[in-house]
């Protein structure tokens, strides 16, 4: 595939950011050791600055946010357990089967609005002790929600179903993707979003800018079994500092920009919500996900997708009629004023010549 046009407005992910020249630097001038024998001094500063920040007892450095989650399901299950999930959730839905495959764990998924979990969804959830039945483990949360639309937890729903989820026996985890988000839009603290839960799984190569890397943090003894999984699972890491120190830049210097994102985000769903044919409710954009929707009569999501793409924007098809478009760090203000007028141009010229899967880009048949 050749390479994007550099004028191309790419809001497909927020992992679509390059490292700044500053980033680089770090990286270029990083201490380095060998990380599986805990010698990479980078990559146990980075550790020790998260452990501090969220108030956590460990951390455990991970290639990847599914590499992440995987490792905190494998520290809190046995095989032939399930855990609870929203049906929207990133661990259920985009990580290639990876609790069934690696761990023996199926994934139990239930309903809620805005892809969040509340009492009245997980009440009654928890399987009996029965031989017949398999073992409910532990509950998954996301914040923020991505397929639920870039929705934060309010911080007393999220105590709330972990309360719930203790007092029961189970251990809480949340996909934190992209939680920086959440803290920066809901204004409570990352030490608040942690302290009712027991694992979390942060990613370095979203919002915060860096080329990848993610990371697991609780207590000393789930990470350790965490750890352990890493080697498992092939994410074995020797002089990972270069991309460590990436990640320590992105805390001390990417997070409270995010609010930059947020508001080139409400923009341009003000925007879209002024193009006849697109369906958004800008209130509902809380962070950096914009998602909207295409008068089916229009067409479809993929084949806007595609016309998008011709006239230089990129937005992703996320089901038959719902796109979503992602700001970033990458991405400024006159960029973003480029992409209703694209839209709405893709419209007025009309789709036909686009071929796309009417159910979208996450189902068939």
């Given at each position: 595939?050749?390479?994007?046009?550099?004028?191309?407005?790419?809001?497909?992910?927020?992992?679509?950011?390059?490292?700044?020249?500053?980033?680089?630097?770090?990286?270029?001038?990083?201490?380095?050791?060998?990380?599986?024998?805990?010698?990479?001094?980078?990559?146990?500063?980075?550790?020790?600055?998260?452990?501090?920040?969220?108030?956590?007892?460990?951390?455990?450095?991970?290639?990847?946010?599914?590499?992440?989650?995987?490792?905190?399901?494998?520290?809190?299950?046995?095989?032939?357990?399930?855990?609870?999930?929203?049906?929207?959730?990133?661990?259920?839905?985009?990580?290639?089967?990876?609790?069934?495959?690696?761990?023996?764990?199926?994934?139990?998924?239930?309903?809620?609005?805005?892809?969040?979990?509340?009492?009245?969804?997980?009440?009654?959830?928890?399987?009996?002790?029965?031989?017949?039945?398999?073992?409910?483990?532990?509950?998954?949360?996301?914040?923020?929600?991505?397929?639920?639309?870039?929705?934060?937890?309010?911080?007393?729903?999220?105590?709330?179903?972990?309360?719930?989820?203790?007092?029961?026996?189970?251990?809480?985890?949340?996909?934190?993707?992209?939680?920086?988000?959440?803290?920066?839009?809901?204004?409570?603290?990352?030490?608040?979003?942690?302290?009712?839960?027991?694992?979390?799984?942060?990613?370095?190569?979203?919002?915060?800018?860096?080329?990848?890397?993610?990371?697991?943090?609780?207590?000393?003894?789930?990470?350790?079994?965490?750890?352990?999984?890493?080697?498992?699972?092939?994410?074995?890491?020797?002089?990972?500092?270069?991309?460590?120190?990436?990640?320590?830049?992105?805390?001390?210097?990417?997070?409270?920009?995010?609010?930059?994102?947020?508001?080139?985000?409400?923009?341009?769903?003000?925007?879209?919500?002024?193009?006849?044919?697109?369906?958004?409710?800008?209130?509902?954009?809380?962070?950096?996900?914009?998602?909207?929707?295409?008068?089916?009569?229009?067409?479809?999501?993929?084949?806007?997708?595609?016309?998008?793409?011709?006239?230089?924007?990129?937005?992703?098809?996320?089901?038959?009629?719902?796109?979503?478009?992602?700001?970033?760090?990458?991405?400024?203000?006159?960029?973003?004023?480029?992409?209703?007028?694209?839209?709405?141009?893709?419209?007025?010229?009309?789709?036909?010549?686009?071929?796309?899967?009417?159910?979208g880009p996450y189902a068939r048949g």
């Amino acid at each position: 595939m050749a390479p994007l046009d550099p004028a191309f407005i790419d809001l497909r992910s927020d992992t679509k950011t390059k490292p700044t020249a500053e980033m680089l630097q770090a990286m270029m001038t990083a201490e380095l050791g060998d990380d599986m024998n805990g010698e990479d001094p980078t990559v146990n500063r980075l550790e020790a600055m998260i452990c501090d920040m969220l108030g956590m007892e460990a951390a455990v450095f991970a290639c990847s946010g599914t590499q992440s989650n995987q490792m905190g399901v494998r520290a809190h299950c046995l095989p032939g357990d399930e855990l609870l999930i929203h049906e929207l959730g990133h661990i259920a839905m985009f990580e290639g089967g990876g609790p069934a495959i690696l761990s023996g764990v199926s994934c139990r998924t239930l309903t809620g609005e805005k892809g969040m979990l509340a009492l009245e969804n997980v009440r009654g959830k928890i399987r009996a002790d029965d031989q017949h039945l398999c073992r409910t483990r532990l509950l998954c949360v996301e914040n923020t929600t991505n397929a639920g639309g870039g929705h934060y937890y309010p911080l007393d729903q999220l105590t709330e179903i972990c309360d719930w989820a203790h007092e029961n026996g189970l251990k809480t985890h949340m996909d934190g993707a992209r939680v920086f988000n959440a803290t920066i839009a809901a204004g409570y603290s990352i030490a608040e979003v942690c302290k009712p839960l027991d694992t979390i799984s942060i990613c370095f190569s979203k919002g915060l800018g860096c080329p990848m890397g993610s990371i697991l943090a609780g207590p000393k003894e789930e990470i350790a079994k965490a750890r352990r999984s890493r080697k498992v699972f092939g994410g074995a890491l020797r002089q990972a500092g270069i991309v460590a120190a990436a990640c320590i830049y992105a805390l001390e210097n990417n997070i409270e920009r995010l609010q930059e994102d947020h508001d080139n985000a409400r923009f341009l769903a003000e925007q879209l919500s002024q193009i006849e044919g697109i369906s958004i409710n800008p209130a509902e954009t809380e962070t950096n996900l914009v998602f909207f929707d295409i008068a089916p009569e229009r067409g479809n999501a993929m084949q806007l997708s595609a016309a998008l793409k011709e006239l230089g924007v990129g937005i992703g098809a996320m089901g038959e009629t719902r796109l979503r478009a992602c700001t970033h760090l990458d991405i400024t203000r006159e960029q973003i004023e480029q992409v209703a007028p694209a839209i709405q141009k893709a419209l007025q010229q009309g789709l036909e010549k686009y071929k796309g899967i009417a159910t979208g880009p996450y189902a068939r048949g």
